[in-house]
């Protein structure tokens, strides 16, 4: 069983940054591929990032790639998602989740654990 608590969502300009954590508790934390996604109102679940268990591979979503990073400490047990020049259109609760299926994974259904969201709002 693993636990997911997201942070350091806010209220942002457009073009500011920010950094998302998300804390897993568990001794097996190393060993799960752990993804962002996001959620607007009345929109699906989209994929944003996700990074396998040694952080050696990740993936972004094309609306991210270029501006948001993924990374991830063993030790600390925390997964980051540095945001960067943010755009209105990223506006939506973010979620981190995990997942015993190894690899970088984009499909949400693949997930078996997920946080509780952290709202990110950027403003223009």
């Known amino acids: 069983q693993v636990q997911l608590v997201e942070s350091g969502g806010g209220l942002v300009q457009a073009g500011d940054s920010l950094r998302l954590s998300c804390a897993a508790s568990?001794?097996?934390?190393?060993?799960?591929?752990m993804g962002w996604f996001r959620q607007a109102p009345g929109k699906e679940r989209d994929f944003v990032a996700a990074?396998?268990?040694?952080?050696?591979?990740?993936s972004y979503s094309d609306s991210v790639k270029g501006r948001f990073t993924i990374s991830r400490d063993n030790t600390e047990n925390t997964n980051y998602l540095q945001m960067k020049n943010l755009k209105p259109e990223d506006t939506a609760v973010y979620y981190c989740?995990?997942?015993?299926?190894?690899?970088?994974?984009?499909?949400?259904?693949?997930?078996?654990?997920w946080g509780q969201g952290t709202q990110v709002t950027v403003s223009s």
């Open positions: 990074i396998n268990w040694s952080g050696g591979s990740t």
């Open positions: 989740a995990a997942s015993y299926t190894q690899g970088v994974l984009t499909t949400p259904s693949l997930y078996e654990y």
């Open positions: 568990g001794r097996t934390f190393r060993w799960y591929t």
